[in-house]
């Protein structure tokens, strides 16, 4: 049985201060997630980590948003894995469309992401989805297989049930305009299938598959009873804290 999961991705939101103003009214929500089996966490910006982490321990799961590939060396601007690990951060994003649109970021590069991560013991958000033009244009199905037998190269058997993917269609993410639960479901159940085929049903029933773009405390519950969607990953509603411990409760 694969654990609900549900995961704010803050962007760039929130100064620290911001943070630990949210965090002191979000951390008491750890325990009623656990209680009704869901895993819920926010991944935030790298200067917010340590003060995150700090009133939220392992009461919710705090994660990055981007991490480096590389243990160290010259690369201004850059963080690294052995520096999350150190902060105890044990979760990670990776591949984000903006992060792709903006900062040239590729399905190989987020292979090597991916494959340092697991070898630290850090769970990967990997997340993956189509632009307005390949979904219109019917070819959604091979845009995100490629993104996802790419992502997976060289990703053992044993770790491959380990990687999360967020599936987030590009032209959902922050327009209001969110993908039907009936697309979200068909493009996550396509996805496991994927996955069946790198490695087999056994892993692919174990891997969680999010939906991300436009999720709101209103929606949530409909994607989430979908059989192949595991979870959401939630930007907008997941900075003020009213609406984040909505999307819980929504689901209860
Ligand atoms: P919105 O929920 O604001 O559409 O953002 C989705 C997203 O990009 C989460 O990673």
């Known amino acids: 049985m694969r654990r609900k999961l549900l995961l704010g991705n803050w962007k760039m939101n929130k100064t ?3 943070a630990v103003e949210f965090c002191k009214e979000a951390k008491e929500l750890g325990k009623l997630a656990r209680a009704n089996k869901v895993d819920m966490g926010i991944c935030v910006p790298y200067v917010d980590l340590v003060p995150v982490k700090k009133i939220l321990k ?3 799961i705090v994660g990055a948003e981007n991490c480096h590939y590389l243990e160290k060396g010259a690369y201004t601007g850059e963080i690294s ?3 999350l690990k150190d902060i105890g951060i044990d979760w990670c994003i990776i591949g984000h469309s903006e992060r792709r649109t903006y900062d040239n970021e590729t399905s190989e590069k987020c292979n ?5 991560l697991l070898a630290n013991g850090i769970t990967p958000v990997y997340c993956c989805g189509e632009s307005l033009e390949t979904f ?3 070819k959604t199905k ?5 993104q996802i037998v790419t992502g997976f190269k060289d990703v053992s058997y044993d770790d491959a049930a380990k990687v999360v993917i967020a599936y987030e269609p590009i032209w959902a993410i922050g327009t209001g305009k969110n993908a039907s639960k009936e697309i979200a479901e068909d493009i996550c159940g396509f996805i496991r299938n994927v996955i069946t085929k790198l490695y087999d049903r056994k892993v692919a029933n174990k891997v969680r598959i999010l939906y991300g773009g436009s999720v709101k ?8 009873t979908q059989k192949d969607i595991d979870g959401a990953l939630v930007g907008g509603a ?3 804290v009213n609406s984040y411990k909505e999307l819980l409760t929504s689901l209860l």
């Open 238 to 240: 997941s900075l003020d």
């Open 58 to 60: 392992k009461s919710l």
């Open 112 to 116: 090597k992401k991916i494959l340092a």
């Open 81 to 83: 894995i052995p520096m």
């Open 217 to 224: 405390p209103a929606t949530v519950k409909e994607y989430l």
């Open 16 to 18: 620290p201060s911001e």
């Open 142 to 146: 091979e845009f995100v297989e490629e």
């Open 136 to 138: 219109e244009a019917n």
